[in-house]
């Protein structure tokens, strides 16, 4: 029985549970061969097919990312793709793999970066995970860093104080007075006083 009988469309679902449940049963079984069968047909003449084999892998990448790890390159090969979807579950893939090869996502981070600024609200925002995650690492933060404040200053009000939350955690000494500055430089552009607010919250807990 083929993989593909088991997504969603194939079942005549609209809902996302069908191809959560598959992701499951893929990382139980440590399913290599599901997990190829799914990656080939990210070019499957139907739409409908393609985005639900993404966000199965996805999913499996979420649940266990060693699994899909192989298939880096596919995904990044997807990061230009004119299907939104695949672009944006493509980058959700690379976000799960930052966690298992660094290494690797940082040899692709210029394709991440491109991706990124021509890329939906989803895909900046795993970028920016992304972003934060190699900067979790000390070989890769000084490239990464640079990259990351970057997104800060051009990102949309409404991600800002994500943004600032999720990277906080990882700012050294080093970086805290770029990423403080870049931070106070943003205030401004936020109209919703409940998001200012997180954002000034980052600001003070790193100035103690």
Request: positive net charge; hydrophobic residues 40%.
């Amino acid at each position: 029985m083929t993989i593909l009988n088991k997504l969603a469309s194939s079942l005549h679902r609209r809902d996302e549970e069908a191809n959560q449940l598959l992701a499951e049963e893929i990382v139980k079984a440590n399913d290599a061969k599901a997990i190829a069968e799914l990656v080939e047909n990210l070019n499957n003449k139907s739409r409908d097919i393609q985005n639900d084999c993404i966000k199965v892998l996805y999913e499996i990448g979420e649940r266990k990312p060693a699994l899909i790890a192989s298939y880096l390159r596919n995904f990044v090969g997807l990061l230009e793709n004119k299907n939104n979807r695949l672009q944006w579950g493509a980058m959700t893939a690379l976000d799960a793999i930052a966690t298992e090869d660094p290494g690797a996502i940082f040899k692709v981070l210029t394709k991440i970066i491109v991706a990124a600024e021509g890329g939906s609200v989803i895909t900046r925002d795993h970028a920016v995970n992304i972003l934060v995650k190699l900067c979790a690492v000390k070989q890769y933060s000084d490239t990464a860093f640079p990259f990351l404040i970057e997104q800060i200053q051009r990102s949309p009000s409404n991600q800002l104080p994500m943004y600032a939350e999720k990277a906080m955690p990882f700012i050294n000494e080093k970086n805290r007075p770029v990423f403080i500055k870049t931070l106070n430089s943003r205030l401004d552009d936020i109209d919703k006083d409940t998001k200012r607010k997180r954002v000034e919250k980052v600001i003070a807990k790193l100035q103690r």
